[in-house]
T-cell receptor, first 116, second 113 residues
Framework: ETGVTQSPTHLIKTRGQQVTLRCSSQ?????VSWYQQALGQGPQFIFQ???????GRGNFPPRFSGLQFPNYSSELNVNALELDDSALYLC???????????????FGPGTRLTVL | AQSVTQLGSHVSVSEGALVLLRCNYS??????LFWYVQYPNQGLQLLLK??????LVKGINGFEAEFKKSETSFHLTKPSAHMSDAAEYFC???????????FGTGTSLTVIP
């Protein structure tokens, strides 16, 4: 059974650029959540996708957007990068909020984004 | 709205001593509560979760946590610390819809030999 994978591992961008981060969910999971973890902080919920639809969103501006594909993999897109977007971006997959495994989120290793 | 507060951003214990990491939650509806561990340069791993069944929850690696509604707490304990327990620990809360998760700011555990 393959776990949650994320790519790339590290990324360096400049302010104003756009970035796409990718996540492959664990086999059998139809829900993907994205988090931003700034240095020394806890993960902050960005949004969740359930069966290709957005299923909840945290307090992040619209320049943070996402997609979920039919195979339940997911992308996080960030436009107009700002210096404060520098963080570890974590993806987590789960069987689904309505599938009886509440909160059983499995995290990937993250993508470290640095904005210069 | 839901939130969690972790008291103590850094905790140090001696090897073999009791580990106690504190978490208090705020929730307007019955919460689901979790503890995760994060090792350097890795993602988060679920230690244990409370989902309204038994109030004393046992997790992996000898950790357990007790849900106390009257104190709005979900503290994490381990009777005897091991060097391998040194890591960052996060408490998190969600509701029964499961589409919004809130993490605490984390507690860094150091184990002194």
């Amino acid at each position: 059974e393959t776990g949650v994978t994320q790519s790339p591992t590290h990324l360096i961008k400049t302010r104003g650029q756009q970035v796409t981060l990718r996540c492959s969910s664990q086999s059998g999971h139809n829900t993907v959540s994205w988090y931003q973890q700034a240095l020394g902080q806890g993960p902050q919920f960005i949004f969740q996708y359930y069966r290709e639809e957005e299923n909840g969103r945290g307090n992040f501006p619209p320049r943070f957007s996402g997609l979920q594909f039919p195979n339940y993999s997911s992308e996080l897109n960030v436009n107009a990068l700002e210096l404060d977007d520098s963080a570890l971006y974590l993806c987590a997959s789960s069987p689904g909020p309505r599938d009886g495994s509440m909160g059983e989120q499995f995290f990937g290793p993250g993508t470290r984004l640095t904005v210069l | 709205a839901q939130s969690v507060t972790q008291l103590g951003s850094h905790v140090s214990v001696s090897e073999g001593a009791l580990v106690l990491l504190r978490c208090n939650y705020s929730s307007s509806v019955p919460p689901y509560l979790f503890w995760y561990v994060q090792y350097p340069n890795q993602g988060l791993q679920l230690l244990l979760k409370y989902t309204s069944a038994a109030t004393l929850v046992k997790g992996i690696n000898g950790f357990e946590a007790e849900f106390k509604k009257s104190e709005t707490s979900f503290h994490l304990t381990k009777p005897s610390a091991h060097m391998s327990d040194a890591a960052e620990y996060f408490c998190a809360v969600t509701t029964n819809t499961g589409n919004q998760f809130y993490f605490g700011t984390g507690t860094s555990l150091t184990v002194i030999p």
